[in-house]
């Protein structure tokens, strides 16, 4: 008897329990996206969802690039996108409480874990803009940096990357807290730059390396092309492309 009245005192305090502390309900929005190359435009498939601060995979996209997660709740939410190949894409989105949102999202190519003749391919799709970037390239007349060697090399900056170019050096101006790029052979006056083929006055060195195509710097007379022989060829050239990200 007494056994019986213990069972029934703890099925009865199990049964409060389970009064006093609900299960909390889920939300009630849906998120519906597609993951796209924010240069190229084609879909990214088998990309990783994550949402919000649970680490778990919360989906994944399909061939054309489409996920849709349900159930989230209303709020301002965090949404990590991961596969190889892209940097990670981080993006906030407001949910609302109930409802279904629809929206793109953009990854920023990086070549990092796939096979060069898959580097090498997109590099040969993207040869429209960049053609007569690659062709000065091939040539090896001056020295070339292309966005798979920053991305190998880690550089932050423009800056760090030209230090590791021979003949170039990174002068500071520490009253003005501004640094240049001159070539040792002149390094009384500053080469001219080119943005995307335009003459430009100058080029910050701490400019972010992630949105840079190529570089391309030229140390003297001798290494310069026709394209880029102005007045002030003789202090060195340096050419900069950027990446044009339409879909971004």
């Not at 080469?191 to 190529?214: A, C, K, L, M, Q």
């Not at 007045?231 to 971004?248: H, L």
Request: proline content about 4%; overall charge positive; charged content about 25%.
């Amino acid at each position: 008897m007494v056994a019986a009245r213990q069972s029934l005192a703890a099925a009865l305090c199990a049964a409060l329990v389970g009064v006093a502390t609900p299960v909390l309900a889920l939300g009630q929005s849906t998120l519906r996206g597609r993951v796209l190359d924010s240069e190229m435009g084609n879909a990214i498939a088998d990309a990783t969802i994550r949402i919000g601060k649970d680490r778990g995979v919360a989906a994944k996209t399909d061939s054309l690039g489409f996920f849709s997660v349900s159930n989230l709740r209303g709020g301002q939410t965090e949404i990590r996108i991961q596969q190889i190949g892209y940097e990670e894409g981080l993006f906030r989105v407001h949910l609302p409480d109930s409802g279904v949102v629809a929206q793109d999202f953009p990854l920023d190519f990086n070549g990092f874990m796939l096979p060069e003749v898959v580097v090498q391919a997109r590099a040969e799709i993207l040869q429209p803009r960049y053609i007569d970037f690659e062709r000065r390239r091939m040539r090896k007349l001056g020295a070339f940096l292309r966005w798979d060697d920053l991305k190998k090399a880690s550089y932050n900056s423009v800056g760090d990357a030209l230090r590791t170019i021979r003949g170039v050096r990174i002068q500071c101006d520490q009253s003005r807290f501004e640094c240049f790029a001159v070539m040792s052979r002149t390094p009384h006056c500053l080469p001219t730059w080119y943005i995307d083929g335009v003459e430009v006055r100058s080029f910050h060195e701490n400019t972010p390396i992630r949105d840079i195509y190529g570089i391309e710097v030229y140390r003297g007379t001798g290494e310069i092309p026709a394209e880029f022989g102005g007045s002030n060829a003789g202090c060195g050239v340096i050419v900069m492309w950027t990446k044009s990200r339409p879909y971004r």
